[in-house]
Structure formats: C-alpha cells, structure tokens
C-alpha cells in the first residue's frame, strides 16, 4: 500500500503562485505513475499533470506553460508548481500513485481557491 499526503492549497488571487507537495511512502518510479488530479465542484475528476513510469511528463492542455510537475526522491516527494493560476483551476487538487497493473492510491486532497 502507498501512502499519500497532499498538503500547499489556498486562497490566491488570480494571477498567483502556488506549490502543491504530495509526501508519499517509498515507490519504485519504474513501475508507478506520479501525477496531480483534480476535481472541480459538479465536474469529473481529471488528469492534470503526470511523471510517467518511463519518466516522460504528461500535462493536460490546459495548463501547460503554467503548471510543471516534479519529484524529489530523496525527500519522497512529488510536486506541483501552479503559476498564472486562472478562476477555473479552483478545484481539489489530489496526488495519485498508478501502478503498471491497475492499482491506485490517493491523497487526501487539497483545496486550490483561486479568486480575487
């Protein structure tokens, strides 16, 4: 079992910055995907920003040149730098760990407020 602990939402105004980390229990990269989901409210849950298996960065297209995703190992964690934040990246922001036979685990979420 992974374990995910998603922690950096807030309150920010449109324009903002904002640094979401995801602490997680120790994976093997090789056969787990990292990424950021997120669920706005009435709206499904979607893929925003993924390190594959083979260590490729996926992003949807609606923030990228905004959001980059990244890790740092030693620490076990996974990161998500938002910046020219928009009101409709309002959503929960969840970390999720994928691995290469169907298994997945979520963090708690966190809250993203963008607003002025």
């Known amino acids: 079992q992974v374990q995910l602990v998603d922690s950096g939402g807030g309150l920010v105004q449109p324009g903002g910055s904002l640094r979401l980390s995801c602490v997680h229990s120790?994976?093997?990269?090789?056969?787990?995907?990292m990424g950021w989901y997120r669920q706005a409210p009435g709206k499904e849950r979607e893929l925003v920003a993924v390190?594959?298996?083979?260590?490729?960065?996926n992003y949807a297209d609606s923030v990228k040149g905004r959001f980059t995703i990244s890790r740092d190992n030693t620490k076990n964690t996974l990161y998500l730098q938002m910046n020219s934040l928009k009101p409709e990246d309002t959503a929960f922001y969840y970390c999720?760990?994928?691995?290469?036979?169907?298994?997945?685990?979520w963090g708690q979420g966190t809250q993203v407020t963008v607003s002025s």
């Open positions: 390190i594959a298996r083979g260590g490729s960065l």
């Open positions: 120790k994976v093997i990269f090789s056969i787990w995907d």
């Open positions: 999720n760990a994928h691995h290469r036979l169907g298994v997945s685990y």
